[in-house]
């Protein structure tokens, strides 16, 4: 089956720190990869996606590049501000299967002014 | 603001109730996905409907079933609440079955006493 495995957090950060959270999966078929975002106290928002191997997914200075080889969708940041901190989800679909999601655990950032 | 929208925000039910959960895509999508994000088992796919179809299941227990409307919208319906189901529901919408965005509307905290 498919599933993803994302880091544990809470990952604690000062401001201006370089963010990185690990993702890697696993997938029967080809899958689309997505970071999605959860701000307290609310839903989840796309935050980047990458449709096939080597994109690299960006938006709002967060960058993940789809690795096949690796089987990985690390999440990256240089500089995090305090309004980064949420929880975010790796994910993964499959066209085939209907583009259901398989989310990972969720990886907690807080940072700290 | 995704343009998916949930009724209600906060749902407070007993053991043994039954509830109803409602979901309006975002105009023009076609594909309702619902998820059920706990404690336990994080956030996992339990149904999608595309056009009024039923097209995919995940873990979803039989004491729950959905529809969609032929306004599209959508409704989740949960029977025989027990403690553990108290969650996060969310409710996703995209444009077709095969389309891989998928907008996540609030949600609906469900707490069941």
């Known amino acids: 089956g498919n599933s993803v495995t994302q880091m544990e957090g809470p990952v604690t950060l000062s401001e201006e720190a370089f963010l990185t959270i690990n993702c890697t999966y696993t997938?029967?078929?080809?899958?689309?990869l997505f970071w999605y975002v959860q701000y307290p106290g609310e839903g989840l928002q796309l935050l980047l996606k990458a449709t096939k191997a080597d994109d690299k997914g960006s938006n709002k200075g967060f960058e993940a590049t789809y690795r096949k080889e690796t089987t990985s969708f690390h999440l990256e940041k240089g500089s995090v501000q305090v309004s980064d901190s949420a929880v975010y989800f790796c994910a993964l679909s499959i066209k085939a299967a209907g583009n259901k999601l398989t989310f990972g655990g969720g990886t907690r950032v807080l940072v700290k002014p | 603001d995704s343009g998916v929208t949930q009724t209600p925000k906060h749902l407070i039910t007993a053991t043994g109730q039954r509830v109803t959960l409602r979901c309006s895509p975002r105009s023009g999508d076609l594909s309702v996905y619902w998820y059920q994000q706990s404690l336990d088992q994080g956030l996992q796919f339990l149904i999608q409907y595309y056009n009024g179809e039923e097209r995919a299941k995940g873990n979803i227990l039989e004491r729950f079933s959905a529809q969609q409307f032929p306004d599209l919208h959508s409704e989740l319906n949960l029977s025989s609440l027990e403690l553990g189901d108290s969650a996060l529901y969310f409710c996703?919408?995209?444009?077709?079955?095969?389309?891989?965005?998928?907008?996540f509307g609030p949600g609906t905290r469900l707490t069941v006493l």
């Open positions: 997938a029967t078929g080809y899958p689309s």
């Open positions: 996703a919408s995209s444009v077709e079955y095969g389309t891989d965005t998928q907008y």
